[in-house]
Every structure is written in C-alpha cells, then in structure tokens.
C-alpha cells in the first residue's frame, strides 16, 4: 500500500495535468484570437486535436529516417514531463521532498528539448537539421539564466535545495525575487517554444523545423508534451518563487488566478513579438537575462547575509 | 467510429500548394485567417509541413513542371486527407487550359496515384473566401460519412 500510493499520486497528476494543459493550450489560442479580434476555436479543439492524430492519422517514417530513435524521442520527453508533473504535484499536495529535487526537476524539464533535437536529427530532413541546431543554441542560450533564476528561491530559501523546504518562502516578494521571476519567465518561454523563441520551429522560413516530418502518433505524443510544459513551468514558477498552493477556498482561488496570469503573460509576450533571430536571442539572454540574474543572485546573497528581508 | 469521424472533421489542418498560380488565390487563401472569415472556428490552422496535414489546399493551374511536385506532396501527406482545388485553374486549369506548358490538371495529377482521392473543387477566379468556408464545411460533411 505505501509504495501503490506514491505511484497513483504520479499518474493521477500526470493524467491530471495533460487535461489541464490541454485546456491551457485552449485558453492560449483564445486569448490569441480575441488579441486579434477574432472569434477563435471552441473549447474542445485540442482534445479534438490530439484525438484526430491518435487515432485517425497514419505514422509516416520518411525513408531516410532512423525510425528507432525518431520514434522513441516524443515518447521519452513526454514521459519526463509527467513525471515532473508527478514530482511537483506530490510535493503541492503531500510536501513529500526528496534531497536535491530540484537539480532532478532541472534535469528533467532539460529532457524534451534534448529529445526534440535527437527526434529531429534522426529524421534525415535537411529542414529539421536546421531546426536542430537552432535547438541546440537556444538550450545554450536559456539554460544558464534559467538555472541563476532559480538560484534565488535557493538563497532565500536558506540554500535548501529540496522544493518541499522553498515552497515555505516567498522570494517574490522582494527585489532579487522579482528579478529572478521575470529572468525565469523569460527562460520559460524559450523552453515552451513559444513565438519570439520558437526559432527552432519557425513555420514560415523551416516549415515546422524540428516537427517538420512527425505525423500521426508520435506528432500528438509532441503536441502533448507541448500542452503538458505549457501546464508545468508555471506550476514550477508558482511553487518555487510564489509560495506554492494552500489547501483552503482562497487558497486555490488564489492560485488558479496566478496560474492564469503566468499562461496571460506567456500569451501575451507571444502575440506581441515579432520571432527574433538566433544571434538576437542569444544577445538577449546572455547580454541582458544572465547579468540581470547574476545581480538578482547578488542580492539574494547580501540579504540572505545581513538578514534584510526585502532583498 | 463515430468519435474518430468528429475529431477528424473538427481538426482540419490545412497545408497550402501553389503549383503555378498567378497569386490572386493565394492572398483569398490567407484572408480565410482575417478577422472577418477566421477559419480556426472551425478549428483549421496553416501549417508548415504536408506531414501534419489533413487538407491540401491547391491553387495554381497544375504546370509541367509542378506536377511531379504536387504528385509527391499529396503522397507526403498523411491519410486520410482531402484536397480542396481552389479557383478555376486548380479546377479545369482556367484559361490555360490549351497551353503548351500544362501538366494534367490538379484533379487528374491526384487521380493518376490515388484513384480513391476525395477532391473538392472551389470555382471561381479567385473565388471568394465565403466559397471556400463553404467548401471547408461541405468537406466536413463528407468526413462524417469517411471510413477510417
């Protein structure tokens, strides 16, 4: 009974938060088509989505593909996601914390990107070479701002690495969090792909990119995993830098209202920038988001020294 | 059964060809995605790849030199799709017709490697983007009945 329990907990949260990033990814082209003044899709169209490639597209493997390693890669970076989601819901919900789980949560939100890369390279199309490689710079530009973000709630968290011990702060709160939250949201977006940084995947110029030659199954696998990051890097946010969820009414009101503003803000940063280049993207996040964290890890550091609380 | 027919007629992805259109059909083809038409009500979206699509939207009179191109995009395609002809040259090749530089014609190219292909064809030059809605429902409509 004690080892069933944990395991339940993984799935019911994983299943849980597919439907909930399903429905994000709604809300996310809804929000779009009103930013646009249009009317937008009804609110079943992802489950709709995903239910026509599931079950009624055929699997096209192109003849120049490696068809093991096209194929495995969405099935590994959905499987890593869920189990990111398992993680942080059992820590939500039971505050069960295992030491340095957030070094395994970092590892494990680094997988799908990987597994983009290696789906792509395996595939054998010269569109999702490029795409790879964009991939790859991207990982190299977000991943050191969004791992110095991250260092704040750690700080300030009396360098505690375990997510259980940092939901019991709020670095957002004070100056380095507020710098460190806006550095990882930006490191958020690059890692959902999302429109200034979906360079790796820009429709118009690669065609889909690193997807360009998924169809059938393993592209809903792809369209999952997307749906299921949109859902779990503002649950990651919200725990490490905003304290979390309380088990009250208010207390889930008011994190559905921050969970709603995150997926706003997301939203709202991709329809209202145009995609930037790599070179730009790269001059973005190591010219401007790594000293900005940096700075951010400084003060945390002086406030967590001198005991002055709104550093 | 039935669930497969609706999520396949709710999410019709589209993928644009052009094999040799003078551009008017194209510029109605992304008006469908203004403000005044928006076709994602009914849950069509552009998409970049023949791989992630369900419809084919074709313009252009079907040259020489485009055929074994849209021949190979239609087999890149994943089934189950249907290909929409969109204006009077992606119909019967318009008033090229007797051209030297014409292939087959846009019906006859799919035909001659999918006999079973579903076709749609929009009239019109260029025809307007109601017609093309029109069309788009009338494929869903016949998707109800589509064994998968």
């Known amino acids: 009974m004690s080892v069933l329990a944990p395991i339940g907990t993984y799935i019911a949260s994983a299943a849980g938060t597919l439907l909930v990033g399903l429905a994000l990814r709604w809300y996310d082209r809804k929000l779009t088509a009103r930013l646009q003044w249009r009317k937008g899709p009804p609110w079943y169209q992802p489950i709709a989505d995903v239910l026509k490639l599931l079950l009624c597209k055929e699997t096209l493997i192109p003849s120049t593909a490696r068809g093991t390693g096209f194929l495995i890669a969405p099935v590994i970076a959905l499987s890593s996601v869920a189990v990111v989601a398992g993680l942080l819901w059992s820590v939500l919900i039971y505050r069960t914390t295992v030491v340095g789980d957030l070094i395994v949560v970092i590892y494990l939100l680094l997988i799908p990107p990987l597994m983009t890369i290696l789906g792509a390279s395996a595939s054998g199309s010269p569109h999702a070479a490029i795409g790879a490689s964009r991939e790859m710079k991207l990982i190299l530009c977000y991943e050191l701002p969004f791992v110095l973000a991250l260092l704040v709630p750690v700080i300030h968290a009396k360098w505690s690495l375990q997510i259980g011990e940092m939901i019991r702060y709020t670095p957002l709160y004070s100056v380095s969090g507020v710098i460190a939250m806006i550095v990882a949201i930006f490191a958020a977006q690059a890692k959902l792909g999302q429109v200034p940084f979906d360079i790796a995947e820009a429709e118009c110029e690669i065609m889909g990119g690193v997807i360009v030659e998924y169809s059938g199954a393993p592209l809903a696998m792809i369209y999952l995993t997307r749906a299921m990051l949109l859902a779990v890097m503002p649950l990651l946010l919200i725990t490490v830098f905003w304290g979390g969820i309380e088990f009250t009414f208010m207390g889930i009101l008011a994190f559905i209202g921050k969970y709603l503003l995150l997926v706003t803000i997301t939203t709202l940063i991709r329809n209202t920038n145009p995609r930037l280049r790599i070179d730009q993207a790269m001059r973005f996040y190591w010219m401007t988001l790594t000293p900005a964290a940096v700075i951010a890890v400084i003060l945390a550091i002086i406030g967590y020294s001198r005991a002055i609380g709104w550093l | ?148």
């Open chain 2, 1 to 148: 059964m039935a669930l497969k027919n609706w999520a396949l007629r709710k999410s019709l992805w589209v993928y644009h060809v052009n094999t040799g259109a003078c551009n008017n059909c194209d510029i109605e083809v992304v008006e469908l995605l203004t403000p005044r038409y928006d076709i994602e009500r009914f849950g069509m979206i552009l998409v970049g790849s023949p791989r992630h699509a369900d419809v084919l939207a074709v313009t252009g009179s079907c040259t020489r030199q485009s055929q074994p191109r849209l021949q190979e995009i239609y087999r890149q395609t994943a089934k189950p799709c249907v290909v929409l002809a969109i204006g009077s040259c992606a119909g019967a090749q318009g008033i090229f017709a007797e051209s030297y530089h014409m292939g087959a014609g846009v019906d006859n190219a799919i035909r001659a490697i999918d006999p079973n292909a579903i076709i749609l064809y929009v009239p019109g030059c260029p025809p307007k983007p109601e017609a093309m809605i029109s069309a788009a429902v009338k494929a869903m409509e016949l998707l109800k009945e589509v064994k998968i």
